[in-house]
């Protein structure tokens, strides 16, 4: 009967681990891994060289004790944390080694200790965080229950590690978001605004696909433009009300430089509560679409486009504009002005690419080793991507699989938190008429059926 029980068991967990492997780590996985780490530890430290020999004096007094002379010493471990995706493991370094030392060792713990992924960083001086994943997190992302709330920043996306990837518009103002078409641009984008729907922020959406992208999501947007033309105006009205909020933090500024000690506004963050103006966050989905033009009166309205996106991704910050652009490529091939807004535009996550050149776009001048993490991207992981920022830092990522269906939910659901924005009112979508335009269509489908 026992032996009956631990089949059934170990057929369990055998089943969990090939079809459920996220059920499988919180059930068996997370105990065997932590015991597995913990009795092979010092032996896998001492095969994978990262070990330091015993110090002058301990070989001294074991040699005037007449003891056997003292094992090498292996880091010390400050912490054991089991997680929802792996194991988090501290270690204090002894003198001699550095964080270099374990993050060219990742490869080797990763196998000897039988997890699926191991990467590193230094936390301090000489302590070290292992991240150690149980299983391929980014096959079918599950973001956990909870996260880290902050005004303007959003959890969008999963990293390798297991741990949440955020994109914090404080911290990295203006993203580019480049991929091959079908590589998980939109995808990522309606995580992007399903993750902003619920918060403090006017959102504006700039769709020259015909709006089909975020036409759908219109009820959470304070404006939106489907044409180069209204484009150019909505480019130009924020341009402007970026000049409003700085004659406001000007006027504050007039204000508190009068009285000793008082904080001296610097941006809209610094604002009092009562007067600071809602952050925009502006959304241009297939930028090349901007950028190109067939004829003279089509290039000066591309040149004053990219000339309003160059004035936004320059000043914007401060106003509590931030952009998030979205494209196949972005490079010098689209005119004057785009390597100058791309410079400006320091949040960079790349999806699959077709070639090196597109991968170069994204990364080239931030760090080579993303461009050769973006280009291996394989095609069949649709929503992988690179994310990474001017740190020279890079994560691989993946979003959840979020549908229109349930970006426009999420949307509708948090429609009254949508702003008005005055100098924006032109381009506010008439929601009332999308609905309208709708009925008909509802109407008439049975009877055509
Ligand atoms: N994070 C993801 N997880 C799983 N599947 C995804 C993910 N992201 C995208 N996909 C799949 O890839 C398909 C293409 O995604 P998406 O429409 O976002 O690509 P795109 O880069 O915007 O393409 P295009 O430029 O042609 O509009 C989606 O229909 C979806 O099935």
């Not at 530890?41 to 020999?53: E, H, I, N, Q």
């Not at 709330?149 to 999963?158: D, Y």
């Not at 203006?174 to 399903?194: F, M």
């Not at 269906?405 to 506010?428: E, G, H, I």
Request: glycine residues 6%; proline residues 6%.
């Amino acid at each position: 009967m026992t032996w009956f029980m631990v089949g059934v068991v170990v057929v369990a967990a055998g089943l969990l681990r090939w079809r459920r492997p996220a059920w499988y780590w919180l059930t068996f996985g997370v105990v065997l891994a932590t015991v597995r780490v913990l009795v092979r530890y010092a032996s896998v430290m001492d095969a994978c060289g990262l070990t330091v020999p015993p110090s002058r004096w301990r070989l001294a007094l074991a040699r005037v004790a007449n003891r056997p002379v003292p094992e090498s010493r292996v880091p010390r471990i400050l912490r054991l944390r089991p997680t929802r995706t792996g194991l988090v493991l501290r270690l204090k370094l002894r003198p001699g080694q550095d964080a270099f030392d374990v993050s060219a060792a990742t490869d080797r713990l990763r196998h000897s200790f039988g997890m699926y992924g191991v990467t590193s960083r230094e936390v301090r001086s000489g302590v070290v965080e292992v991240r150690m994943t149980g299983y391929d997190v980014l096959k079918q992302v599950q973001m956990p229950a909870r996260t880290e709330a902050r005004p303007m920043r959003v959890p969008v996306a999963l990293r390798e590690d297991g741990s949440v990837h955020y994109r914090d518009y404080r911290a990295v103002p203006h993203g580019l978001t480049l991929g091959a078409t079908e590589s998980g641009k939109s995808v990522y984008q309606r995580n992007l605004v399903a993750g902003l729907a619920p918060m403090d922020v006017a959102l504006v959406g700039i769709d020259c696909k015909h709006g089909v992208e975020l036409f759908p999501l219109a009820r959470r947007f304070s404006a939106l433009a489907d044409n180069p033309d209204t484009a150019l105006e909505l480019l130009e009205a924020l341009v402007s009300h970026m000049e409003e909020m700085y004659q406001l933090i000007r006027a504050e500024q007039r204000i508190s430089v009068a009285v000793p000690d008082a904080e001296i506004a610097a941006d809209i963050w610094d604002l009092p509560d009562d007067i600071r103006p809602v952050p925009v966050v502006v959304l241009v989905d297939e930028v090349a679409e901007l950028a190109l033009f067939a004829s003279r009166e089509e290039e000066k309205r591309r040149d004053r486009i990219i000339t309003a996106l160059v004035r936004l991704a320059q000043l914007g910050r401060a106003a509590g504009i931030y952009l998030e652009i979205c494209g196949q490529r972005f490079g010098s091939e689209l005119g004057k002005g785009i390597t100058m807004l791309r410079a400006q535009l320091t949040g960079r996550t790349a999806h699959r690419v077709n070639d090196e050149t597109s991968a170069n776009m994204a990364f080239g001048d931030i760090s080579p080793d993303a461009v050769l993490a973006a280009i291996q991207i394989p095609a069949e992981t649709r929503g992988i991507a690179i994310a990474g920022d001017s740190t020279g830092g890079w994560h691989r990522i993946r979003t959840p699989h979020t549908s229109l269906r349930q970006a426009v939910n999420t949307c509708n659901k948090y429609a009254d938190r949508t702003p008005d924005v005055p100098a924006l009112a032109a381009y506010r979508p008439a929601v009332a008429a999308l609905s309208s335009a709708r009925l008909p269509l509802s109407k008439t489908a049975p009877a055509t059926a």
